[in-house]
């Protein structure tokens, strides 16, 4: 299968790219997960709850759309957000996101 989605993620001042397909992963947070490692990153395992998976939209594709869902509740818990912050684990990998650029934030989540 040819990764032909591309998205670029800065963590703690470092860019990585990151190449994927549609179906390997099944949202941002688990492919940055699998390929980046992040402390305390993605603690309630994308149930949206727990808001460690908080990144910042630097670019996004015309083609993206955000589902709201939880997410509004949860960020509205965290004090670091503004209009760019989501939810890694509410964004789906799908050939829309080909062209994300995202940047994790540096205090995320409330913890448990
Ligand atoms: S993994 Fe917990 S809110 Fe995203």
Redesign the pocket.
Known sequence: MERDIKIKVRVYGQEHVLETYDGEYRNL?ALLYDRVYIDDF????????????HVYVLKAPASLVFHDGVEHT?LSRLDNTNDTSH????IMIDKNLDGLEVEVAEER?YGY
Request: positive net charge.
């Open positions: 947070m993605g603690e309630c395992k994308g149930v949206g709850r727990c808001g460690t998976c949860t939810l890694a684990c509410q989540g």
